[in-house]
């Protein structure tokens, strides 16, 4: 069964960074692509991020210079490395696969 857990959220101070993380399992984690979405409250969700099974990442202009997507292939985990976070990405951040969701976990940045 395919598992993903998101780990790494928290309340921050606007300008601060958190690192999110996604361990995966029940899956060859080396040829999947994985990804990452946001749901702020009243939003539809969003991609944020994404990264293909041979590393190459794409961003949403919103986060682009600010958030960095990663893969550590060894521990069967992504990440998301996000800096100088604003109030605006306050949202639950959802990793993917192309077959299954996580179950989310809560960013609050504060002003």
């Known amino acids: 069964q395919v598992q993903l857990a998101e780990s790494g959220g928290g309340l921050v101070q606007a300008g601060g960074s958190l690192r999110l993380s996604c361990a995966v399992s029940?899956?060859?984690?080396?040829?999947?692509?994985m990804a990452w979405y946001r749901q702020a409250p009243g939003k539809q969700r969003e991609l944020v991020a994404s990264i293909t099974s041979g590393g190459v990442t794409n961003y949403a202009d919103s986060v682009k210079g600010r958030f960095t997507i990663s893969r550590e292939y060894a521990k069967n985990t992504a990440y998301l490395q996000m800096n100088n976070l604003r109030p605006e990405d306050t949202a639950v951040y959802y990793c993917?696969?192309?077959?299954?969701w996580g179950q989310g976990t809560q960013v609050t940045v504060s002003s």
């Open positions: 993917k696969i192309p077959t299954s």
């Open positions: 029940g899956i060859a984690f080396s040829i999947v692509g």
